[in-house]
Each structure stands twice: as C-alpha cells, then as structure tokens.
C-alpha cells in the first residue's frame, strides 16, 4: 500500500543544539535504512520549510505507524497521512515516455 505522508518538524526552540543534532543524526540513520529496505520511495524537502513529503510503500496501516513511530524525531513532528488508491487515468510506469 502506498501512502502520501506529510513531515512537519517542530523541535523545541529552547532545545539545546547538541541534543538536536544527536536527534537530527539518529534520524537520518533511521531513515537510510527504511529507503534501504524499500519501504520509503520517496523522501523530499518541501523548500522553505522544515518539512518533508514522502511516499510510502508498506503492507498496511500498523506497518506505516510502527515505521513512523519509530522516527527519533516522531515526538517533534506534526504527521499527516493520506492512503493512496490507483487512479483510473494513470499510465503505468513503462507506458510514460
Ligand atoms: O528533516 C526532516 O524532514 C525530518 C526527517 C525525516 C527523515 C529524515 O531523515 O529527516
């Protein structure tokens, strides 16, 4: 199952930096390796904020929120997820040019 899922970072501003840092550097690693296994296809920046959008490609919904949860920074994030359904008009990807 696909699903579209929306990042919004809100680390405390009184956070101290080292202690951001250390959460930033876990969650990069965290997140390598969810890419790696083939579970987070995609993973942008959405320019001038500190935000993802990301695609999904998980079994079910409690894969997706063990995944999630799993996130060191998911206490600091505002998450917003969306399931995706195939759309009657969509090429499939060996038909697009
Ligand atoms: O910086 C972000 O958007 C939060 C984040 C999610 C995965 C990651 O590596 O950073």
Redesign the pocket.
Known sequence: MLFHVA?Q?RLPPDMPADRADAL?SR??A???EIQRQGKWPH?W?VAGR???I?IFDVADNDELHALLSS?P?FPY?DITVTPLAQHPSALPAEARA
Do not use: D, G, T
């Open positions: 990042m970072v930033k969650e990069k965290v997140a390598q993973l920046r500190y935000a993802n990301s996130l920074l994030m």
